[in-house]
């Protein structure tokens, strides 16, 4: 059966969470860029055509297909990021909009490129299919999401203290990768783990990028000053440092 989320996903909460990380979004967002960069190494786009970056943030993959030549639409839910992708002239065209209300003409697009947006929709199945429908008969796509299993450290640090852990729920990646390749894509799953000097740097990580947003809504009260001053005893780290360990999906036309 399709994963459906059974969250009530709040497109607005999501799009203003965004917009509050956008102007400091970079400093913070090595996890998108790295995991972009794997979804990038599958990509043979030489050939110049009409790019849509769904799910653009704050412009980083849309510079460098448009410095490839491509013409490059930056599309994202949040108005804030798409400022700051147009204040770093990172796109030919700016549109805002929703990706589970995908805008676009049926085969219009060359080239739909969507690193870690998918994750923030109801339904993986139709949303990938919306996308699909908008590519011309030749068109490509690549795509990454977040699966179920990611942000473990998170689940470990609450548990030892009694509390449920400020995580999304994701769909199970199995379930994704096999979602993937029914709709004629070529999916793979694989581990990205990040490292921080300081637990409280792992957990700024994820509000720099706005991805602090839960779909249940904030718990009252994580612990308090006394929790914060624990957690260096209670994260899982090793000699690289604090880690963040996510699960990604990837999928491209075949």
């Given at each position: 059966?399709?994963y459906?989320?059974?969250s009530?996903?709040?497109?607005?909460a999501?799009?203003?969470?965004?917009?509050?990380?956008?102007?400091?979004?970079d400093?913070?967002?090595?996890?998108?860029?790295?995991?972009?960069?794997?979804?990038?190494?599958?990509?043979?786009?030489?050939?110049?055509?009409?790019?849509?970056?769904a799910?653009?943030?704050?412009?980083?993959?849309?510079?460098?297909?448009?410095?490839?030549?491509h013409?490059?639409?930056?599309?994202?839910?949040?108005?804030?990021?798409?400022?700051?992708?147009a204040?770093?002239?990172?796109?030919?065209?700016?549109?805002?909009?929703d990706?589970?209300?995908?805008?676009?003409?049926?085969?219009?697009?060359?080239?739909?490129?969507?690193?870690l947006?998918?994750?923030?929709?109801?339904?993986?199945?139709?949303?990938?299919?919306?996308?699909?429908?908008?590519?011309?008969?030749?068109?490509r796509?690549?795509?990454?999401?977040?699966?179920?299993?990611?942000?473990?450290?998170?689940?470990?640090?609450?548990?030892?203290?009694?509390r449920?852990?400020?995580?999304?729920q994701?769909?199970?990646?199995?379930?994704?990768?096999?979602?993937a390749?029914?709709?004629?894509?070529?999916?793979?799953?694989?581990?990205?783990?990040?490292?921080f000097?300081?637990?409280?740097?792992?957990?700024?990580?994820?509000?720099g990028?706005?991805?602090?947003?839960?779909?249940?809504?904030r718990?009252?009260?994580?612990?308090?000053r006394?929790?914060?001053?624990?957690?260096?005893?209670?994260?899982?780290?090793?000699?690289?440092?604090?880690?963040?360990?996510?699960?990604?999906?990837?999928?491209?036309?075949?």
């Open positions: 059966m399709p459906k989320s059974t009530v996903i709040d497109k607005k999501i799009a203003q969470a965004f917009s509050r990380a956008a102007k400091g979004y400093q913070f967002a090595d996890f998108q860029r790295r995991v972009g960069q794997q979804l990038l190494s599958q990509c043979d786009w030489q050939i110049p055509g009409q790019l849509v970056d799910g653009a943030g704050s412009g980083w993959f849309s510079r460098i297909f448009r410095e490839q030549g013409s490059v639409t930056a599309f994202d839910l949040s108005i804030g990021m798409l400022q700051q992708a204040a770093h002239h990172a796109a030919d065209h700016y549109v805002q909009g990706l589970e209300a995908f805008p676009f003409a049926a085969q219009s697009i060359d080239y739909l490129w969507s690193n947006a998918l994750q923030w929709c109801s339904d993986f199945a139709v949303t990938v299919n919306q996308l699909q429908q908008a590519l011309k008969p030749e068109g796509l690549a795509i990454s999401t977040l699966a179920a299993g990611s942000l473990p450290e998170l689940d470990d640090v609450w548990q030892q203290v009694g449920r852990a400020p995580v999304n994701w769909e199970n990646a199995d379930s994704l990768v096999k979602t390749e029914s709709l004629g894509l070529y999916a793979w799953q694989a581990p990205v783990v990040c490292y000097t300081t637990p409280l740097a792992a957990l700024w990580s994820l509000k990028i706005g991805a602090s947003h839960l779909h249940a809504g718990q009252a009260g994580l612990g308090g006394r929790f914060f001053e624990q957690l260096p005893q209670y994260w899982p780290r090793d000699e690289q440092g604090y880690r963040l360990t996510y699960q990604i999906v990837f999928g491209v036309t075949r």
